[in-house]
C-alpha cells in the first residue's frame, strides 16, 4: 500500500513540475510572438551595482509587412540601435556610424527570448510560477533555471495581455538579484508609431561587408572546458586601443548566455588572477607564461576562472 500511494505522489508530481513546464514554454512563446509581430513603445532601465541606466524602446510592422526598432540609451551621449528587417545601424556620437547584417539588436534583452527558446531545454528548466502584478498590469512569473552551477538563473515576468516582458531579473544560485531590467512604461498600438515610419525611409550607415573568414578564424589555442551546450558563435584577432597588441577572441553560446574569451601577448610572465564584477557580468583576467586570458560574461566568477584555466595550446 505504501509503495502504491508513493508511486501515487511521484506520478502526480511528475504532472505537476510537466505541467508548470508546459505553461512556462508557452507564456515564454507568447512573448517571441509578441516581440516579433506587435507595435509597442516601452522603456525600461537596467539596475545594476546601485545604478540605473534608461532606455527607451519601439517596436513594429508597417502594413507591407517591414519590421522597424529603435533602441535609444537615454543617459550619456545620444546612443540609438535601429533595426530595419536584416539590417541593424548603430548610431553613436562620437563614433561612426555603421551597420551590419543581424536580426536582432544588441540590448539588456537577451536575444533567444525573440527566437526559439525550446532549444534551451537541455541546460535550463522551465518553472511557472502562477501571476504577480508589475507595472499595474497582471503578469505571469516564469524561471529559467540552470540545470548546474555553471550558470545563472533568469526570472520573468510577463504581461499576461500582450505577451511583452515587464520585468527581468538575473539571480544566482543562492537568491541573489544581480542584475534586473524594470520596465516603466508600456503603450501597445494597433498602428505603427510615426516615428518609427520615419526609420522605413531614413537613409541607413552602409553596412560593413566583413569577409566571412574573419568570424571563422583559426587560433592556436581553444577551450578546453566550457560548460555543456557552449559551442563557438564567432572569432577573430583584433588589436587592443592602448597597447596595439593583438588580442585573439573567441565568443561562446548556449543561446542564452554569450561568453567571450581573449588571448594575447603579454610582457609580463604571471600575474595573480584578477576578477571584476559589472551587475551579473564578471571579467576575469590572468596571466600565466606570457599570455594574458580574459573571460567576460555573464557566468559566476567560479566558471570563468575554470574557462581560463582550461586553455591549451596547440604546439605543432
Same mark, same amino acid.
Given at each position: 500500500? *505504501?509503495?502504491? &500511494? ?7 508530481? /511528475?504532472?505537476?513540475? @510537466?505541467?508548470?513546464? +508546459?505553461?512556462?514554454?508557452? @507564456?515564454?512563446?507568447?512573448? /517571441? ?14 539596475? *545594476? !551595482? ?10 513594429? =510592422? ?32 562620437? !563614433?561612426?556610424?555603421?551597420? &551590419?547584417?543581424?536580426? $536582432?539588436?544588441? /540590448? ?12 534551451? +531545454? ?16 497582471? @503578469? ?26 515587464? *520585468?527581468?531579473?538575473?539571480? !544566482?544560485? %543562492? ?21 518609427? %515610419? ?15 573568414? =574573419? ?14 551546450? $557552449?559551442?563557438?558563435?564567432?572569432? !577573430? ?11 585573439? $577572441? ?13 588571448? /594575447? ?25 606570457? &599570455? ?8 559566476? @566568477? ?8 582550461? &586553455?591549451?595550446? +596547440?604546439?605543432?
Amino acid at each position: 500500500m *505504501k509503495l502504491i &500511494i508513493t508511486l501515487s505522489l511521484l506520478l502526480v508530481s /511528475s504532472l505537476s513540475i @510537466a505541467a508548470e513546464n +508546459n505553461d512556462a514554454f508557452t @507564456a515564454l512563446q507568447k512573448l /517571441s510572438h509578441s516581440l516579433r509581430t506587435l507595435n509597442f513603445s516601452t522603456s525600461f532601465v537596467v539596475i *545594476k !551595482n546601485n545604478n540605473a541606466e534608461p532606455y527607451h524602446w519601439a517596436h513594429g =510592422i508597417t502594413e507591407d509587412n517591414i519590421e522597424l526598432e529603435v533602441l535609444s540609451v537615454l543617459n550619456g551621449p545620444h546612443r540609438d540601435i535601429v533595426r530595419r528587417n536584416n539590417i541593424v545601424s548603430y548610431l553613436e556620437m562620437g !563614433n561612426t556610424p555603421h551597420s &551590419i547584417n543581424s536580426a $536582432f539588436i544588441n /540590448s539588456p534583452i537577451p536575444e533567444i527570448l525573440s527566437g526559439n527558446t525550446t532549444q534551451l +531545454n537541455e541546460y535550463y528548466d522551465f518553472v511557472s510560477l502562477g501571476r504577480s502584478r508589475i507595472l499595474g498590469r497582471t @503578469a505571469d512569473s516564469i524561471r529559467i533555471v540552470s540545470k548546474d552551477p555553471y550558470r545563472f538563473n533568469y526570472w520573468l515576468w510577463l504581461d499576461q495581455e500582450s505577451g511583452l516582458l515587464l *520585468k527581468l531579473a538575473v539571480m !544566482n544560485k %543562492q537568491g541573489q538579484v544581480l542584475e534586473q531590467v524594470q520596465f516603466t512604461h508600456l503603450e501597445l498600438n494597433e498602428a505603427i508609431n510615426p516615428s518609427l %515610419q520615419q526609420v522605413k525611409t531614413s537613409e541607413l550607415p552602409k553596412v560593413i561587408d566583413l569577409p566571412e573568414e =574573419i568570424n571563422k578564424q583559426e587560433h592556436p589555442w581553444q577551450a578546453g572546458w566550457l560548460p555543456v551546450g $557552449f559551442k563557438q558563435i564567432n572569432a !577573430n584577432t583584433h588589436r587592443i586601443v592602448h597597447t596595439q597588441q593583438p588580442s585573439e $577572441f573567441k565568443m561562446f553560446s548556449d543561446g542564452l548566455v554569450d561568453v567571450s574569451v581573449y588571448v /594575447s601577448p603579454s610582457e609580463e610572465a604571471q600575474r595573480k588572477s584578477g576578477i571584476v564584477y559589472d551587475g551579473a557580468t564578471v571579467v576575469f583576467n590572468g596571466i600565466s607564461n606570457n &599570455i594574458e586570458v580574459s573571460v567576460v560574461g555573464k557566468i559566476p @566568477a567560479e566558471t570563468a576562472q575554470k574557462i581560463a584555466d582550461s &586553455i591549451t595550446f +596547440n604546439l605543432n
